[in-house]
């Protein structure tokens, strides 16, 4: 059976459900050097100097010698293997938490690399080089907290999110992503007043304790909110002599999805019933023609349109559809999407709100929207 490792936390080697005796402090200290470097030649010097330190012993050359012999008994069918050097751990690196939170957090999946983490990285081994490597892996884990959350505000998730970023915020005060994103949690929750106050706060302990503003991307944020909450009408004319029925198209879902074949009339009955409509959504009307389009660039054309400025635009994609969903958190707006090729151009436009009504055409049936986000269908033709 493979085994795993695990030095998320105290350092632990399972083969399946049991533990595996690795040694005491030092022993394993060795074992943590060698996953950390897994499949690759650790020299003898480097060994020593991680686990010893600058000054190690006389007897640490047969210590470590000693050590690496006790754990190839351990560790049964992995490897260490003596090279030019030094020794190399053989395994994949898969089966080594450390490694895999790495992938998880390339791939853009934040929630599974933090559901590894178990404590604090490389708990109880002692020694400079891993109190540096803790406190990097330290700020690698607050940095995928971060991204998670930024998910979650992309998802909705405002209200239940306040009281755990504020405690964050209580923690780390100068820190200005926690405090957008605090702001933009509160201002999802409807709470603008709370994210203005938020912003005044940090504001002003920028100032006195480091001589600083807040970067670009704050105070576009706590400018938006002083801005008059106006009502874009970026939407084509009500097409002439419409002889649809848009009667049909009475949603009680927030998404609708109107397909059917080229020249079906999907687009004519979206922009007809969005005109007769007009008085439902007091805060706005969005179109876009999907075609070809890369969602993200049309994200970024909405936020300018909504009032933000280029300056204040985040440049991560995941961060400028937080902002986006944030700024429609509490607007009654249409979005017409019109074209769209599939349910994956379409969701990174959805405004994660109940009080926005969002219009699909395509020539798709978009199952994905109807399964997963309630979208109700009309089919023409």
Same mark, same amino acid.
């Given at each position: 059976m493979t085994l *795993?490792? +695990?030095?998320?936390?105290?350092?632990?080697?399972?083969?399946?459900?049991?533990?595996?005796?690795?040694? =005491?402090?030092? $022993?394993r200290s060795v074992l943590a050097v060698l996953l950390v470097d897994v499949n690759q030649v650790v020299g003898v010097e480097q060994l020593l100097s991680r686990v010893w330190g600058d000054a190690p012993p006389r007897q640490a050359r047969a210590a470590l010698y000693s050590y690496l012999s006790r754990l190839r008994t351990a560790l049964g069918g992995v490897p260490i293997r003596r090279r030019s050097g030094g020794y190399v751990l053989e395994t994949d690196p898969a089966t080594i938490?450390? %490694?895999?939170? =790495?992938?998880?957090?390339?791939?853009? +999946?934040? #929630?599974?690399?933090?559901?590894?983490?178990?404590?604090e990285p490389f708990e109880g081994l002692h020694g400079e080089w891993f109190a540096n490597l803790r406190k990097t892996l330290t700020g690698e884990i607050t940095a995928a907290e971060l991204d998670h959350t930024d998910s979650r505000l @992309?998802?909705? *998730? =405002? +209200?239940?999110?306040?009281a755990e970023m504020t405690a964050r915020t209580t923690? =780390?005060?100068?820190d200005e992503r926690l405090a957008? $994103? !605090?702001? +933009? #949690? !509160?201002i999802g929750a409807g709470r603008r007043s709370d994210a203005l106050a938020h912003y005044a706060r940090l504001r002003h302990r920028l100032a006195d304790e480091l001589g600083l503003d807040p970067g670009p991307a704050l105070r576009d944020l706590a400018a938006s909110l002083h801005r008059p909450q106006w009502s874009p009408r970026r939407i084509p004319l009500d097409p002439a002599g419409f002889a649809g029925a848009p009667a049909a198209l009475v949603p009680d879902s927030p998404i609708v999805t109107i397909t059917g074949p080229p020249g079906a009339g999907k687009t004519r009955l @979206?922009?007809?019933?969005? %005109?007769?409509?007009?008085?439902?959504h007091p805060d706005g009307r969005l179109f876009v023609d999907l075609t070809g389009a890369d969602p993200a660039d049309v994200v970024r054309e909405f936020l300018l349109v909504l009032g933000t400025s280029q300056d204040g635009i985040p440049p991560e994609p995941h961060a400028q559809t937080a902002l986006y969903r944030t700024l429609l958190?509490?607007?009654?707006?249409?979005?017409?999407?019109?074209?769209? @090729?599939? /349910? @994956? $151009?379409?969701?990174?436009?959805?405004?994660? /709100?109940?009080?926005?009504?969002?219009?699909?055409t395509s020539r798709e049936r978009l199952p994905g929207l109807v399964t997963a986000y309630g979208a109700q269908p009309v089919v023409l033709g």
């Open positions: *795993e490792f +695990r030095v998320l936390g105290a350092l632990e080697v399972r083969r399946g459900a049991d533990l595996v005796e690795v040694g =005491h402090a030092r $022993q938490d450390l %490694h895999r939170f =790495h992938s998880l957090v390339a791939l853009g +999946r934040p #929630a599974e690399a933090l559901a590894l983490v178990r404590g @992309a998802a909705g *998730e =405002h +209200r239940s999110l306040i923690e =780390h005060p100068l957008g $994103q !605090l702001m +933009r #949690a !509160l @979206a922009l007809h019933w969005a %005109h007769e409509h007009a008085g439902d958190a509490d607007r009654r707006m249409l979005i017409v999407l019109d074209n769209a @090729a599939d /349910t @994956a $151009q379409v969701v990174p436009l959805l405004p994660g /709100t109940p009080l926005c009504r969002v219009v699909v």
